[in-house]
């Protein structure tokens, strides 16, 4: 068979001019989308534009996977409660894991469905897999929950989980990007489904979530996500430095080695997700919890809080001594979080998430840092009392201000950088008491 000279000649070419696909709609109507969801399986479903200012910071990201973006399809998926609700966090997992799939399963049914009628789409994941060279910084190509709450999908509680007004938080989330517009599109909710009960925070182990608001992003991912990202890396560090299988032993006990083996065969384990579970808003969920409150705490709250399990925390954090003093029955085990910083950015990036208001509560210092070298930077970080403040540029005057060479700075961090050789050689500069360096040290254990 001779081969086409010219793509005009190729048979695919010619079959496809003979019959061109559908026209492209030139706006998709909302109405039949909506249908489309559902019948594909989702539980709601919501459109935003692209263009929305609330997503702005999303924008560069989700165009650089998506070129020519128009709108967003926000997809709801439910999870059966009772499975998350269980003591025996393997049934909570498994409905996880299987609902995952599921939403993957109906985002992909769409866009093909969506491909079928000229309109170019994209499902990233719901969760897993993301962008991980891009670790420890955004590895996600869209966040689900901002583009849910502007499509009306629901409100943030205050356990940091998108709660819808029927289902409550018992969902997953997951975005499609599309390149065409939609004739109408959702907007936020008038009120938040949040009923501030606070049992999410009485049964968070680790004292991530605050009665006043605040979140402690390290306290729950050091924890929750042991077997995900952050505690992965410990373990293998634990077993690249140990010389000897006892060795070994002394620092991973058996139930944590067949638990993380269990992790990398079927899938990471959440070790809690209590906020999730005991939560009550939501239409379809709330009603048990207002016939009987008490009901709800023996039977859904009380099991939770009184289960016998290890927490793991970070050393020296307000986890630590959260867990010590709150659920003394629980076994604390220390463990690193993994999340090495990269780069200056990185660092900076990662200050508030690793931030301890306990350890800063009786701190009141002004650090001005300077970074030269493989990155040019100047922060002034003020640390006031549990509170931190970080802001481009030097202002005021420092009570410790640090010159470093970004390079140094980042392997110091990393723990492959001796911070007295560092200064011997002048990379690292200080001009205050080194003692206020320490304190800064202690308000973001890694």
């Given at each position: 068979m001779t081969r086409p000279t010219r793509l005009d000649d190729h048979p695919t070419v010619r079959a496809a001019r003979a019959a061109p696909a559908a026209r492209p709609p030139a706006v998709l109507d909302a109405a039949e989308l909506r249908e489309l969801c559902l019948a594909a399986g989702a539980d709601d479903v919501g459109f935003v534009e692209i263009g929305r200012p609330a997503l702005a910071d999303q924008l560069a990201d989700?165009?650089?996977?998506?070129?020519?973006?128009?709108?967003?399809?926000?997809?709801?998926?439910?999870?059966?409660?009772?499975?998350?609700?269980s003591p025996a966090r393997s049934v909570g997992n498994l409905e996880f894991h299987q609902t995952y799939d599921r939403t993957n399963e109906i985002a992909r049914d769409i866009v093909i469905a969506?491909?079928?009628?000229?309109?170019?789409?994209?499902?990233?994941?719901?969760?897993?897999?993301?962008?991980?060279?891009?670790?420890p910084g955004k590895i996600w190509v869209v966040s689900h929950k901002p583009v849910a709450v502007e499509?009306?999908?629901?409100?943030?509680?205050?356990?940091r989980n998108v709660i819808h007004p029927r289902f409550g938080n018992f969902l997953l989330l997951a975005t499609?990007?599309?390149?065409?517009?939609?004739?109408?599109?959702?907007?936020?909710?008038?009120?938040?489904?949040?009923?501030?009960?606070?049992?999410?925070?009485?049964a968070c182990p680790t004292g991530a979530?605050?009665?006043?608001?605040?979140?402690?992003?390290?306290?729950c991912a050091s924890h929750n996500y042991r077997e995900f990202l952050t505690g992965f890396g410990d373990w293998v560090e634990n077993v690249a430095s140990s010389s000897t299988p006892r060795e070994y032993r002394e620092k991973v006990s058996d139930p944590e080695t067949v638990s993380m083996w269990q992790s990398l065969s079927f899938g990471p384990q959440y070790k809690?997700?209590?906020c999730v579970s005991v939560c009550p808003a939501g239409e379809d969920v709330i009603g048990p919890y207002l016939a009987d409150r008490r009901a709800h705490l023996d039977d859904v709250v009380k099991p939770l809080q009184d289960k016998v399990e290890t927490v793991y925390v970070v050393r020296g954090s307000d986890a630590e001594v959260y867990v010590a003093k709150r659920f003394p029955h629980k076994r604390v085990q220390r463990a690193g979080m993994g999340l090495r910083p990269s780069s200056v950015d990185s660092f900076v990036q990662g200050m508030p998430l690793l931030f301890q208001r306990g350890a800063a509560a009786r701190l009141d210092a002004r650090y001005h840092l300077v970074f030269t070298g493989s990155e040019t930077r100047s922060l002034t970080v003020v640390i006031r009392r549990g509170t931190l403040e970080i802001t481009e540029g030097l202002h005021g005057r420092p009570d410790l201000r640090l010159d470093a060479d970004a390079t140094t700075w980042v392997r110091y961090l990393g723990g492959r950088a001796s911070l007295p050789v560092a200064l011997a050689r002048r990379k690292l500069r200080l001009a205050g008491s080194p003692r206020l360096l320490q304190a800064f040290a202690r308000c973001f254990p890694t």
């Amino acid at each position: 068979m001779t081969r086409p000279t010219r793509l005009d000649d190729h048979p695919t070419v010619r079959a496809a001019r003979a019959a061109p696909a559908a026209r492209p709609p030139a706006v998709l109507d909302a109405a039949e989308l909506r249908e489309l969801c559902l019948a594909a399986g989702a539980d709601d479903v919501g459109f935003v534009e692209i263009g929305r200012p609330a997503l702005a910071d999303q924008l560069a990201d989700i165009t650089a996977a998506f070129p020519h973006p128009k709108a967003l399809i926000s997809l709801v998926c439910r999870t059966n409660r009772e499975a998350v609700r269980s003591p025996a966090r393997s049934v909570g997992n498994l409905e996880f894991h299987q609902t995952y799939d599921r939403t993957n399963e109906i985002a992909r049914d769409i866009v093909i469905a969506l491909e079928r009628r000229g309109v170019r789409a994209l499902n990233p994941s719901v969760g897993f897999p993301m962008e991980m060279a891009q670790w420890p910084g955004k590895i996600w190509v869209v966040s689900h929950k901002p583009v849910a709450v502007e499509a009306g999908m629901g409100r943030m509680g205050i356990h940091r989980n998108v709660i819808h007004p029927r289902f409550g938080n018992f969902l997953l989330l997951a975005t499609l990007v599309i390149d065409t517009p939609v004739s109408g599109y959702g907007r936020p909710l008038d009120y938040n489904p949040c009923l501030e009960c606070k049992l999410c925070v009485a049964a968070c182990p680790t004292g991530a979530i605050s009665k006043t608001g605040e979140f402690d992003f390290s306290a729950c991912a050091s924890h929750n996500y042991r077997e995900f990202l952050t505690g992965f890396g410990d373990w293998v560090e634990n077993v690249a430095s140990s010389s000897t299988p006892r060795e070994y032993r002394e620092k991973v006990s058996d139930p944590e080695t067949v638990s993380m083996w269990q992790s990398l065969s079927f899938g990471p384990q959440y070790k809690a997700a209590y906020c999730v579970s005991v939560c009550p808003a939501g239409e379809d969920v709330i009603g048990p919890y207002l016939a009987d409150r008490r009901a709800h705490l023996d039977d859904v709250v009380k099991p939770l809080q009184d289960k016998v399990e290890t927490v793991y925390v970070v050393r020296g954090s307000d986890a630590e001594v959260y867990v010590a003093k709150r659920f003394p029955h629980k076994r604390v085990q220390r463990a690193g979080m993994g999340l090495r910083p990269s780069s200056v950015d990185s660092f900076v990036q990662g200050m508030p998430l690793l931030f301890q208001r306990g350890a800063a509560a009786r701190l009141d210092a002004r650090y001005h840092l300077v970074f030269t070298g493989s990155e040019t930077r100047s922060l002034t970080v003020v640390i006031r009392r549990g509170t931190l403040e970080i802001t481009e540029g030097l202002h005021g005057r420092p009570d410790l201000r640090l010159d470093a060479d970004a390079t140094t700075w980042v392997r110091y961090l990393g723990g492959r950088a001796s911070l007295p050789v560092a200064l011997a050689r002048r990379k690292l500069r200080l001009a205050g008491s080194p003692r206020l360096l320490q304190a800064f040290a202690r308000c973001f254990p890694t």
